[in-house]
């Protein structure tokens, strides 16, 4: 399989030109913004805490924006000219992904410099968000190949937003052990253990296992969009 | 002539319904060809398999000597072009971005934007945001999109179904130059005008079956009992049979000095339809 960079920079600049025109994505990109400035306000001084922001902004910017702008290429019927054209399947997803990677970056950094949160370990802290970007935004590729318009994945987001963005804050407050076990292997969930581990001056080998789950988080996630999106972005029957 | 498209024995199913029924049909280089028929004919399943977007159930399918499934590849992708009634634009963005998304897709030179945005009357507008634009003057950009990489094999589905007939002209004389510059065009229409202005042959295509296929010229002479009408002076129409009474007819007209004009009243193509399935397009 061909990989042309010349290809996947045409579908992100098409998809930058579009940015600038769609107020939804502007607005939604924003909310991370707004809630790291009120933690910064507040003074948060825990790390788990201070982390929420870049979680959140991972969750709205990777998997939330990404899972609308892929349904309406499917709601305004673009997504089929990219099929039909010379972009294999590679290209056109790591192509529809580079913007909301990009953006997801800007906020993540836009949210630290907000709310005050101190980076640990820039490197170990650089390669925990690199996995995690991969991991929602293979999650927002898939909640919008699933999805049949953007009202829709919004709707069906709303619970991966929940379960992927929330269940840390709220983990404190349930008992059922199963539950907890589960949230404890959430991406959210390992991202917060990586973070705190590296406040407290750790370094990698202490969140060498939390990478690994990541890493697996990744490769599923990833494996799981290139088989959805061949199943799901044509006619085939 | 060597055939680009060859289809033998197609079968297409879906969970209730058998959209095509054993169709059988080639496309010879550089033919234009026309697939007749009213909706939910088989027309654009025809396109869609014809394409790589949907897999026959049964049949054998070869575009360019290979077959179908092996064709979902960008070498392919490059030597075709497609329009569909559900061709999606960027309606955020630019005639123009559209157009240069696809340029740089299909690796075309910047300046062959304006080449076909010139070819679909869109040259003074191609700055214009696309969701302003009326539906006609979507159907030509995504016509222009369609024909941006000069392709050799062109899919159209319905291509003028929403033009005026202005741009309808405007359209048809340039798929006729991209025709004469070798560029083998497959469409499929409700337009039996638009059958007869641009294509070599005509399939006509009912209940997923191919009814008849061959010239539009063939295919008028095929009627028999065609008759002609002489408009004489005074307001006067007579209808006569091409036979030796209407020839005498004839010439007795044009002796007498009362005939003014002479029509063949050959059926078009819509009237053949309609004998043959019982159906309007």
Redesign the interface.
Known sequence: M?FST??V???F??DW??LQ??SYILFTAAIPLFFAAWLGRIGADSAILASYPVNLALVIAGAFIQAAMVAEEKE?????????????TLEILVGKSALSAVMTIVIITGSILLSGYHVPSLPVFAVSILLGLIIYLAIGTILGLLSRTVMESSIIGMPVLVVFGMASMVKTTIENEVLVKVIDYLPSEQLNHIWVRLGEGEGLSAVSGNMAVLLLWAAASFFATMLIYRKNS???? | MENVIEVKHLVKSFENKTALKRVDFNVKKGETIGFLGPSGSGKTTIIKILTAQLHPTSGEVKVFNEPIHKLKTPAYMKKIGILTDNSGLYERLSIYDNLALYGDLYEVKKSRINEVLEAVNLLDEKKQIVQKLSKGMKQRVTLARAILHKPDLLFLDEPTSALDPVNTKYIHEGLKKLNEEGTTIFLTTHDMQEAEVLCDRVAFLHDGEIRLLDTPQSLRAREKNISISLVLKGDRTVVVKKDEEGAKAIYDSIQTGQLLTIHSNEPTLGDIFVRLTGRNL
């Open positions: 061909t010349k290809r920079n045409a579908i600049i098409k030109k579009d025109r769609n305004k019927n673009t997504l089929r000219g990219l099929l039909l054209s010379p972009a294999n044509m006619d085939y029957s």
